[in-house]
């Protein structure tokens, strides 16, 4: 990040109730569910990881996101994945440049202090939230997939929000960052790492908040298009499906029904358009051979109740 | 709710306890994070207290239920009576979390007996069919399946460790020891792969005709999860998971456990529906992925075997392996002739005994050295 951008992000907003961090939340085209703003709410009230569990697709990752602007805070985020570990997560030497520097010094002139300093010091994710002045929201997007020894390790530095690097000693965090962890359950956490955060379990939106959602991200959607769409959406995730469409997947479609020029759905346009909502075959061809036209009638009945 | 507000802070801890009662792991700080946690949003809306709550104190989904029960009960109560002894019991039941602690130990005292039994019976008892073995020999057998659990299937990390002979160069240590030389790179330490154990994903048959093999199957799952990460799951009409039951560490005290929650024990078996159930909940989040599945059964299918088919597909797609054990493939001259079990092998990779010691020791060899995708 840069100077610039960390003077002005250093002046986080102070959000000081629920309501208003909800209401900080839909100014930033968020819009959370109570239960949601009070979990992001408690993070940064009472300092403690928070984290989101819930089907792919109800909004996770966006929720970090939505609150480092509601903030106005910096987002970092460290993305997991199987092997992950210290050199990617927190920091690494600058090996190139070390080597370079010590062939271009004269033999013997250069010092271990010199060459492990914070010029050949690589920051990543982790190392940067806790050594950051600016305030700062951690986002450890889904640690799940991340091997137990490094949730371990993270555990350690959730715990004590420091960071020990053998050549340069402790690093504390000055000023603590909000942590957001984020998990699809691929794998059960272990409870040490569960006990030290709040919990929060996401489910899809409500009808109601899944057409609001649709209308503030798709400018110009039909106001019977974003009804049937949603409703429709969640006639998917009740029948019996591999991979139930998320919040994303709803958005998208509405979006290329508006660019069609549709004021609502039907039969045909479901049938054309089906592969922006189902993205394995299986549930396709399910759907196609079997219930779309119910769903499609059911859909539009919700719709117009 | 705010004249109600003092009632609730001073009673959040019998809150908490009721949650225990109720089968979640509440401890002390969870409170206290409560505590600071409803000060911090106020009490004005029951909205944020019911979340606040249920945040703090909470960290599993499977415990949501639990928790929605106990605060109903709960806001009932709160300024008024007591929680009524009738609802903590409704709670305990409710539990589909394990309460830990290891009860039972009446069956430890046998054990230095049998041990002096001799070797030949040990002999005798491997060779035996599960079904026909007496409460002793049964205890003799789990004792002895504490050690075949112990096997399990490996793979290769994308972790790396330094090891003299690897592939890739270890960069960190290559600075350090070229410090010492003035920059020359004079020996080239590497870094290789760690092995590490492959996920282990069990499903036991546990309905009537399976019934006089469950016990000793159980007692190998629950010898197998003390080893390292197992998710183990039981079925007969429907999928239970047992994973939190096995982690007691007495196996009988397991399975007291395991039978507590798994209700339709002899019953009758849907295993297609039971295997649906698990591609659709756990499937889903890639449980199957990658792991070796066990499955524990006799193939009797009571419900459609074309879903069995269909399902085991499905199973067989995400797993690395699958592995069917049928205990009565031990009868000599057994043919795969039920329906279930016909429309299941297709999508086996190795089919194998379980009714006796033996079988299971040979299974946990063919889980040490399990490849993808073996001839059935």
Known sequence: MHATACRIYALAVDLRSVDELENALREVDYLPDRGLATALFLATALEKPVLLEGEAGVGKTEAAKALSRARGARLIRLQCYEGLDVAHAVYEWNYTRQLLHIRAAQEGTVSEQELFGQDFLIRRPLLEAIDADDPVVLLVDEIDRADEEFEAFLLEVLSDFQITIPELGTIRARRRPVVVLTSNRTRELHDALKRRCLFHWIDHPSLEREVEIVKLKVPGVAERLALEAAAFVRELRASDLEKPPGVAETIDWAQALTVLGRQGIDDEVVETTLGSLLKVREDVVALREGRLAALVADAVAVASS | ?376
Request: charged content about 30%; hydrophobic content about 40%; some cysteine.
């Open chain 2, 1 to 376: 709710m705010t004249q109600t507000g003092d009632a609730l802070l001073a009673d959040l801890v019998g809150f908490g306890r009721l949650l225990r009662a109720g089968g979640a792991e509440v401890g002390p700080g969870r409170v206290a994070d409560a505590v600071r946690g409803l000060e911090a949003v106020g009490l004005r809306d029951d909205r944020d207290v019911y979340f606040t709550l249920r945040q703090t104190l909470v960290s599993h989904r499977e415990e949501l239920e639990l928790f929605d029960r106990a605060f109903a009960s709960w806001m009932r109560g709160v300024g008024a009576a007591r929680l009524e002894e009738q609802d903590v019991k409704v709670l305990a039941s409710a539990s589909t979390r394990r309460s830990g602690g290891d009860e039972g130990r009446e069956g430890e005292e046998r054990q230095g007996e049998t041990s002096t039994r001799g070797a030949s019976i040990v002999e005798v008892l491997r060779q035996k069919d599960f079904a026909l073995l007496d409460e002793g020999e049964l205890e003799e057998v789990a004792r002895l399946l504490s050690e075949v659990g112990r096997v399990r299937p490996r793979r290769t990390s994308r972790r790396l460790r330094p090891s003299a002979r690897g592939q890739r160069l270890d960069v960190r240590r290559l600075v350090r020891r070229s410090l010492r030389s003035g920059g020359e790179l004079v020996e080239l330490p590497t870094r290789t792969r760690k092995v590490v154990p492959r996920k282990l994903v069990v499903l036991c048959d546990v309905s009537g005709s399976m019934a006089p093999y469950a016990r000793a199957l159980l007692l190998f799952l629950h010898a197998t999860a003390q080893a390292g990460r197992v998710e183990a799951f039981a079925f007969g009409t429907r999928l239970h998971r047992l994973t939190s039951d096995l982690a007691a560490r007495n196996p009988d005290a397991a399975l007291a456990q395991v039978s507590q929650h798994v209700v339709d024990w002899g019953s009758g078996t849907r295993i297609g529906a039971s295997l649906k159930q698990f591609n659709d909940e756990y499937g889903r989040q890639a449980l199957s992925r990658g792991a070796v599945v066990v499955i524990a059964s006799d193939g009797w299918e009571r419900g459609d075997p074309e879903l069995l088919g269909r399902e085991m597909a499905r199973l067989s797609r995400a797993a690395y392996s699958v592995v069917w054990i049928n205990p009565l493939k031990g009868t000599p001259g057994y043919e795969p002739l039920a329906q279930g079990m016909r429309a299941a092998l297709p999508f086996v990779d190795r089919f194998l005994p379980g009714h006796n010691l033996d079988s299971l020791e040979g299974l946990a060899g063919v889980l040490a050295g399990i490849e993808r995708r073996h001839a059935a």
